[in-house]
């Protein structure tokens, strides 16, 4: 299957609307509820056999509720901009009445009791729920097909991995099946996924949104946030994804602004920090993904912004620190599965669960240490930038080695899972045989409006750039 075979997300609008557009159609007749759960029905039938997104799939549940939506609707009920939206749960988010599988064979078929506070959000919204998506073991694992499902495709080439561990919600959304889906993000699982499948993901501020009732990895590192088609549908499902959650510790509580408000502000005068050592002299680092940066700090200096280069730790640091409190506190909860034996994991599982065994408690104590260092190091930067932008995808998605254990992906994302700062990747062209780049936007903890008003400058002009080409193109 050749990659043209699934457009971009943002050319689908054309035929089938955005989250946002959705939403306008909801209120003025033209669209209902039960109209969008059956088209991605009719998409998922048509496009998940190759694609391999979806885990668990409830028509009739979907559609029973996409009824109720139009009926709420109808009677002057709006529950707000996702009522009526279909969407699809990562299998680490417990769905009550369904089993939280996380994609391991170790896992009882126990039906969750009760919805993650995520999932609760998205139902208090009128959100359509569809079913569960694919995601890596544990959200630790690797592509295999030695897992409990196999892994999700890349929509743009089925040859090549989506990235992870939110694989099948980032497939998913870039397939045009869905608009958005929750996805959680450790160490880059959000924003990497986004990245190589040309859509966009956010990971918001540490607390921002509750993990109650997601499966924790590291839970210090957790974070949940969204994978939408562009900036705005991001911007749309943060706001009802985001909030307090009395029953979650980590939970912050802090009002929630209405992220869509001031999107179309620009970036007039904002400072932007380039961390360019970050990323200029990794071997990783493709041509297509240098030009992309490059155009994107054109298009920001052209947008009124002023952008410079800046001085963190070493990106060194920031990874190691990530692999150190992840790998430790991911043994520490599955410890008592693993002296059971490791046979129901799978081995890329079991091998990455068992390089925890060679952390000591001073290691893991000597990266939380440092993990506070880099976090006041990133602060004390901020403090003379609104924003910085850095790398995402170093490279395009890489061929589909399943089961193999990557000796490094070309993906700079744990810094700020590191810190808890929010950041996001946004689509920024195509590289080599059409595949997606994508730049990556870090703001200031809790302030997600100026990350999103950014990314929609530049993904306008990205947009406006690739418009030009086909365009030129046609008529050469």
Not at 84 to 108: E, H, L, M, Q
Not at 270 to 283: T, W
Request: aromatic content about 6%; overall charge neutral.
């Amino acid at each position: 299957m050749r990659p043209e075979a699934y457009p971009r997300p943002t050319a689908m609008v054309e035929g089938t609307p955005s989250l946002a557009a959705a939403a306008r159609g909801l209120r003025d007749g033209t669209l209902t509820a039960v109209s969008l759960a059956r088209d991605a029905l009719a998409r998922i039938a048509a496009t998940d056999p190759v694609i391999r997104a979806f885990v668990r799939l409830d028509p009739t549940a979907a559609l029973a509720h996409a009824a109720r939506a139009d009926a709420e609707l109808a009677g002057g009920h709006d529950r707000g901009p996702l009522h009526g939206i279909p969407t699809a749960i990562k299998d680490i988010f417990d769905v009550a009445g369904w089993p939280t599988t996380c994609n391991s064979r170790t896992r009882p078929d126990t039906p969750a009791a009760e919805d993650a506070a995520v999932v609760a959000r998205l139902r208090a919204g009128g959100a359509v729920i569809l079913g569960k998506l694919e995601t890596y073991e544990f959200a630790l694992g690797g592509p295999t097909q030695e897992a409990r499902f196999p892994p999700a495709r890349n929509p743009r080439d089925p040859g090549r991995i989506p990235g992870g561990s939110s694989s099948g919600s980032a497939a998913a959304v870039a397939a045009g099946m869905i608009r958005m889906a929750p996805g959680s993000c450790t160490a880059g699982s959000i924003r990497g996924p986004a990245a190589w499948c040309g859509i966009v993901g956010l990971k918001p501020t540490l607390g921002r949104v509750s993990c109650r009732g997601a499966f924790p990895l590291a839970p210090t590192l957790d974070h949940v946030g969204p994978l939408a088609w562009s900036v705005e549908d991001a911007a749309i499902a943060l706001g009802v994804m985001a909030g307090h959650d009395p029953r979650d510790e980590a939970s912050v509580d802090r009002p929630v602004p209405d992220y869509r408000a001031r999107l179309g502000d620009g970036v007039e005068a904002l400072r932007i920090g380039v961390p360019r050592h970050f990323f200029a002299a990794s071997p990783l680092l493709a041509p297509e993904a240098r030009d992309a940066i490059e155009a994107a700090i054109d298009y920001l200096r052209a947008a009124g912004a002023t952008v410079t280069d800046v001085t963190l730790p070493d990106y060194d640091l920031f990874l190691a620190v990530n692999r150190v409190i992840m790998t430790a506190e991911a043994l520490a909860i599955h410890a008592p599965a693993l002296r059971r034996g490791p046979r129901g994991f799978a081995p890329i599982t079991a091998r990455r669960f068992a390089a925890g065994v060679a952390i000591s408690a001073a290691d893991y104590l000597d990266a939380l240490r440092l993990r506070r260092d880099l976090t006041a190091a990133l602060d004390g930067v901020m403090q003379g930038a609104d924003l910085l932008l850095t790398a995402i995808s170093l490279d395009v998605a890489p061929v589909a080695a399943v089961g193999a254990e990557p000796t490094a992906w070309p993906l700079q994302a744990s810094p700020f899972n590191v810190t808890g700062h929010p950041a996001m990747s946004v689509p920024a062209g195509f590289g080599r045989g059409g595949m997606p780049l994508a730049v990556q936007i870090v703001g200031r903890p809790f302030d997600e409006e100026t990350v999103l008003r950014a990314g929609h400058v530049l993904e306008r002009a990205f947009a406006r750039d690739e418009t030009k080409e086909k365009n030129e193109e046609t008529s050469a």
